[in-house]
């Protein structure tokens, strides 16, 4: 009997261990172009891996020291075999390696629509008359099928709103620099009512009980970042009392999503326009959130509206 060969000794640096990302998810959800920013960033990429070749794979990878960043696909083409890749994924995690499973989705309405777009079928419609309802059968399917691996996933990315571009800004700023979700990535949205909630906010405050700036002549061209904003809405008390209770509830809830394993937490704040309020508490938020450790990123999503 043929002994395997014996793995190389990795490097003993910091930063030497293999990192493997399994990429998977929906159909449509944009696989495609988020391994494309993993192999620009430097990982060696593959794209429809067959489950039942991953843990070679990995095995081989870990006998050089050339590769040390590696991304793989394995999504629904890959049939029924799929439904071992949650025991695969849980014995590789107590492997010797980092392993990072990032799990793409998107609505239903954004899948049927890219579909059209390309003129493909769906992997799970072919053969089924009418093509958006064949597409729609084939969403529901799939997204049963890929439920426990969703659940096991340690980033989920909702790509609905995004064009290619846009997900590709987002992947190489949210996942890959953020270090692939090393704890719990927070964001602080500001947004006006008047033109939709965000369709990704986890917790949602409405802060259109403070006076509104936009009444007052003087301060109606500017916005919440503006110093005289800013003094008009600090003067009422209620603004204070706002800010020190939602920052005593983000200090009990964020340790508690963490312990859950959750990766992202959106934070919108919204007023009538989304310029004047909303705008200077999701500054003040940020802040207050630095203070408790914490590394939020911030958006202004109506503030040029």
Do not use: W
């Not at 990704?200 to 409405?206: K, R, W």
């Not at 800013?230 to 963490?258: K, N, S, V």
């Not at 959106?266 to 940020?286: K, P, W």
């Amino acid at each position: 009997m043929d002994k395997k060969p014996r793995p190389r000794k990795r490097n003993a640096t910091p930063g030497a261990e293999l990192h493997l990302v399994i990429i998977t998810g929906l159909s449509g959800s944009g696989k495609g172009s988020v391994v494309k920013v993993f192999e620009d960033s430097g990982y060696y990429c593959v794209d429809n891996l067959p489950v039942e070749l991953l843990r070679r794979f990995v095995e081989l990878i870990q006998q050089t020291d050339e590769v040390q960043r590696v991304a793989a696909v394995v999504d629904i083409r890959e049939g029924q075999r799929l439904e071992n890749l949650p025991g695969l994924v849980a014995e590789l995690r107590d492997a010797p390696l980092r392993l990072t499973l990032l799990f793409l989705e998107a609505s239903d309405e954004a899948i049927t629509r890219r579909f059209s777009e390309t003129r493909r079928p769906h992997p799970l419609a072919r053969g089924v008359a009418g093509a958006e309802g064949g597409v729609r059968r084939g969403i529901q399917a799939e997204r049963r099928r890929l439920a426990t691996i969703r659940a096991g996933a340690d980033v989920v990315i909702d790509t609905s709103k995004f064009n290619v571009h846009e997900l590709r800004a987002y992947v190489q700023e949210k996942v890959i620099q953020a270090g692939l979700a090393p704890g719990l990535q927070i964001g602080v949205t500001s947004f006006g009512f008047r033109n939709g909630l965000p369709s990704d906010a986890d917790l949602v405050f409405d802060v259109r009980f403070l006076p509104n700036p936009n009444y007052i002549a003087t301060l109606r061209q500017h916005t919440g970042k503006d110093p005289k904003v800013g003094a008009y809405i600090r003067g009422f008390p209620q603004t204070g009392e706002f800010i020190h209770r939602i920052r005593d509830l983000l200090a009990y809830l964020i340790p508690h999503y963490m312990h859950e394993g959750k990766s992202y937490l959106n934070i919108a704040v919204g007023c009538t326009g989304g310029r004047h309020r909303s705008v200077y508490i999701a500054e003040a938020l940020r802040r207050e959130l630095r203070q408790l450790g914490y590394k939020p990123s911030l958006a202004h999503r109506d503030l040029r509206r």
